[in-house]
Structure formats: C-alpha cells, structure tokens
C-alpha cells in the first residue's frame, strides 16, 4: 500500500501559476504510475495527466500546453505545474498512484483545491 498527500493548492488569478505536490509514502519507483486527476463542483473526476513507471506521459485536452506532470522517484513525489491557469482550472485535485495485480488496483489522496478568480 500506498498514502499519498497532496499539497500546493490555493487561490489563484486567472493566468497565474501553480505547483502542486503529492507525497507517497513509499517508493513509487518501478511499481506505481502516478497522476493527477480533478473535480469541479457537480462533475465527475476526470483525467488531468499521468505518468507512467517508464517516464511516459499523457494529458487531458484542456491543459495540453498548459500544465507538466514530473515525478521523482528518488523523494517518492509527484508533481503538477500548472500555468495559464483558467478558472475551468477550478477543482479539487487528487494525487492517484496505481499498478496492475493483473486488474488494476488505485491508490488516492484526500485532494488540495485549486481555485482560480479574480
């Protein structure tokens, strides 16, 4: 098993920046792939960004451009930078880490909330 913690979120104004970081509680290295996930108020959670154990990468259409997924895997975290932000950007985000046992098995955290107004 795995506790991930998030932190960074906050207020921010529209073209602003942020830095979120989740902590694991253990390696994360080789075992689990690691991303972000969202939910705005009324919506369901959706895909922000992942990255997998191999280093690869993928990101929802809305933040291609805008937002970096990284992990490290030496500290154990995974990090979300995020520029532009929109106030569409405005959500709870969660820090998912997860593997295939063969069906996959998901970890979360508690969720930092990003909220971006002027």
């Known amino acids: 098993q795995v506790q991930l913690v998030e932190s960074g979120g906050g207020l921010v104004q529209p073209g602003g920046s942020l830095r979120l970081s989740c902590a694991a509680s253990?390696?994360?290295?080789?075992?689990?792939?690691t991303g972000w996930y969202r939910q705005a108020p009324g919506k369901q959670r959706e895909l922000v960004a992942r990255?997998?154990?191999?280093?690869?990468?993928n990101y929802a259409d809305s933040v291609k451009g805008r937002f970096t997924i990284s992990r490290d895997n030496a500290e154990n975290k995974v990090y979300l930078q995020m520029n532009s932000l929109k106030p569409e950007d405005t959500a709870v985000y969660y820090c998912?880490?997860?593997?295939?046992?063969?069906?996959?098995?998901?970890?979360w955290g508690k969720g930092t909330l990003v909220t971006v107004s002027s």
């Open positions: 998912n880490a997860y593997y295939f046992a063969p069906v996959r098995v998901d970890y």
């Open positions: 990255v997998t154990t191999g280093g690869g990468t």
């Open positions: 253990g390696s994360i290295a080789g075992i689990y792939n």
